[in-house]
């Protein structure tokens, strides 16, 4: 299991307190919220890294194509979760971004997954291969990694 | 790609209406919104297939361990969703669900994904052994295929 | 309190499935849930009387200045509701619609409240006067009650 | 309007950070949204004051009879909003709360509006007379102005 140390690797993080009305009948939070906590470090590792601006600029933008989430452990109010954003993996026209979200309460990771995000092109509806300006951006926010 | 008709041999289908507000900035249905409809379906199988009231009855309850979602199509207001349920595999204490997403609209499948399902133990907080009872009566609601 | 009779008199109506989901640690659906309901319905009311196609046409839009809701029932999954709009007074650059949610199962209207919109000019950032155009299709949607 | 100073008056605030996903298709908050952030605001309020856990020895829980919210400003992301929230009226068997949201990002009041909070017996399903225990809690958390 990634120890705090660990999470502290990853190029983007972002806090969020848990809200009471995140969690549902079962009385901890819904499957969904640590899904939207994901998008959450997804946009704002396209903003510190600057991809939205450049994708702008080539009048493209992000378009999520899948994502999964393991869920390790049940999520309770009151909290602050902390969610990690790397990415991994680059293809043609898409990168892979890996998402953890580590519990203060717990001190532990609680969920993680991953997103597939295509580079795409909303007018003409369709993927476009990625300019080496974007990969350049990755490259460089990954520390040379990906 | 599935047609309407190979969708409607879900043993569980539930329609929604699309709301306004299920939309994000991208001005299409945010990616929360498939994984709040594959729950949907989830819980009204759990319900028809009476799986819900025997796990009551054995003191446990179902957990959600993991979800996977592939985004096929844009969705868009206005629109209706079918949301299709089938269990394709039981393990020793955990079941894998499959989910469609069928757009009224688009007359396409949408977006489709798998949650995997855990047998647990709220009170002892740990999964537990499917019962034969639970067991057959997903036998049941799948016809024999699981 | 309103009948069912009385319910059906809304110009519109638009019937939706409580979700499980919309349900919190309370164990009945979550008071943000009701105004997500208004919201659904304040849109098919703007959709099917063609203010929205009017307003586009204006160059304007609608935008929400102010919403009440008063919870009469708790609502619980499984459920549905029907929610009626209707606008109830007009001013110079503004709209009232009253909104009702009835329950089914309960056969009882479930939470009632009201928004005040507002035609505005997104691109100059303020409110203008209502057009006689709005005004008609108003009177017209509201079968000259308004 | 309120300042930055008046602000700070209220007992309680808590701090949120806007996800990009509380946008709506407007491309701004949507307006379910704000409403959330007063549960937030409410449900630290009665933890921080220690009615929570006086009405769980009473066995009875709050119950929010009715909630309204002007909207006063257009909120994107990002930004960072803080809740106030303090109680303004006491009843015989209710409370009004107060709540002001403050975008960071503007250095204004974007939202503020009351919510009806009820004692309530779940059990009995009836709202009960306030305690003179919860009524001193309320004094006590303003400062003696309720």
Not at 6 to 30: I, T
Not at 106 to 130: H, K, L, N, T, W
Request: charged residues 20%; glycine residues 4%; hydrophobic residues 45%.
């Amino acid at each position: 299991m990634a120890s705090s140390l660990e999470f502290d690797m990853f190029p983007l993080v972002v806090a969020l307190p848990v809200q009471w009305g995140d969690q549902d009948a079962f009385g901890h939070v819904n499957n969904t919220v640590p899904i939207r906590w994901f998008e959450s470090a997804r946009i704002a590792y396209l903003e510190q890294s600057h991809l939205l601006p450049q994708l702008e600029r080539e009048k493209l933008g992000p378009i999520l194509a899948a994502v999964n989430c393991n869920y390790r452990r049940q999520i309770n109010y009151p909290d602050t979760v902390r969610i990690g954003a790397c990415i991994t993996r680059t293809g043609q026209s898409s990168f892979t971004m890996v998402h953890q979200v580590w519990s203060e309460a717990q001190q532990a990771v609680a969920a993680e997954g991953e997103s597939a995000v295509v580079i795409f092109d909303y007018a003409a509806q369709r993927p476009v291969r990625m300019s080496d300006a974007i990969r350049a951006l990755i490259t460089r926010f990954e520390n040379g990694r990906v």
